[in-house]
């Protein structure tokens, strides 16, 4: 099987509705703050984190143990698509630090809407190297 090279591509940043937008925006100042427990917070109780080189981890109290030496930096959180249905959504996006132009790799969550609150049942991330 052979996959062909597929040049950069410049996608455009889109602007979340804000029940969305302060979903990424939290999580960013969490993860800033080093925060695991706020971190945590902000995912469904029985939510999932995905991250490359690391097994799949479930649930809020787990996450929060997962994150518990990570964070620190300015993660910039960037959304290029996103639906919403009904209690679900899901935002595709992808992120970097500080004032760095390019991304440094790509995310998707896939959100749950509890009482009226947009939390994060997963998030999947990878970098680009």
Do not use: C
Request: hydrophobic share 35%; aromatic share 10%; no cysteine.
């Amino acid at each position: 099987m052979s996959v062909a090279s597929v040049q950069a591509q410049t996608i455009q940043e889109i602007e979340l509705p804000a029940e969305l937008k302060v979903v990424l925006t939290n999580y960013e100042t969490h993860w800033k703050n080093s925060d695991a427990k706020a971190l945590a917070s902000l995912f469904t109780e029985d939510g999932f984190i995905l991250r490359p080189g690391y097994d799949l981890v479930k649930g809020r109290e787990n996450i929060q143990t997962s994150y518990e030496n990570a964070g620190g930096g300015d993660l910039v959180l960037r959304a290029y698509d996103y639906s919403v249905q009904g209690n679900l959504a899901y935002i595709i996006g992808g992120y970097t630090y500080g004032s760095r132009v390019k991304d440094m790799g790509k995310y998707t969550l896939t959100l749950k809407n509890i009482d009226g609150k947009w939390l994060i049942h997963s998030d999947m991330d990878n970098g680009n190297n």
